[in-house]
C-alpha cells in the first residue's frame, strides 16, 4: 500500500459511520509491531483531528484470535482489526464481517487494482470482499541436500507440486532407531519457528 493513512481512513469509512468519533482498532504483534500501529494512528489522528482511534494491542497472536472471537461473540467487536485470511471463513460464515465491496466501489481513496489479484481473492468470502489485505508474503522451503542424498532422492525442482512435496516429506520422515517414533523429520516448521 502507498499510503498507509489512506488505507487506514478507507477502514474507517467502510465501518459505516457517517462522521466517527472514537474507532477501535484492535492490533496484535510485538513491541516494534506496535509501535508502528502507533505511529499511524498518531499521523493519522493528527491529519484527522475529529476522529479518535482507541489502539487495543494484544502481544500474542493467539490471545488475539480468541480476544477477537470473544468480542464477537459478546457483540462488541472492534470496529477495525486485523485477520488473518485463514481465518475470516469462520467469522464471515456467521455474517459477523461487514462486505467492503460497496465501499471499494465508490472510493476515490483505493482501488481493487492497488492490491495484488491474489491477494484480494484471499479475502474474498462468497464473492464478497470482506477484509482488506494489509500485507502479502510468501513462504520459502529450505532443504537439506544430505538428507536427499542419503534417500537418493532428487532435490526439488521447479515444476514440484503439494503433492511431490508431502511423497518426499512422507520418505524422509523415518524411524532410525526402531522405537517407533520419528527420529527424523522432513517438515521441521515448529522447531525452527519456535527460535
Known sequence: MRNPLLFLLFLLTACGRQQPQTVSFMVFGDPAERAAY???????MEKYPDIDIEVTHIPSQGDYRTRLATD????????????????IAAFAAKDLLTPLTPYL???????????????????????????LPQNISSLVVYYNQDLFDAAG????ADDWTWDDFLATAVTLTQDHNGDGKTASTAWAWNRSSSG
Not at 502507533?38 to 493519522?44: I, M, P, R
Not at 532422492?153 to 526439488?156: F, G, H
Open 38 to 44: 502507533q505511529s499511524l494512528v498518531d499521523a493519522f
Open 153 to 156: 532422492l532428487p532435490y526439488p
Open 72 to 87: 464477537y461473540a459478546a457483540g462488541t467487536p472492534p470496529d477495525v482489526s486485523l485477520m488473518n485470511y485463514r481465518h
Open 105 to 131: 466501489d465508490k472510493s476515490d481513496l483505493i482501488q481493487s487494482d492497488d492490491f495484488y489479484p491474489v491477494a484480494i481473492n484471499a479475502f474474498t468470502w462468497q464473492g464478497e470482499l470482506i477484509c
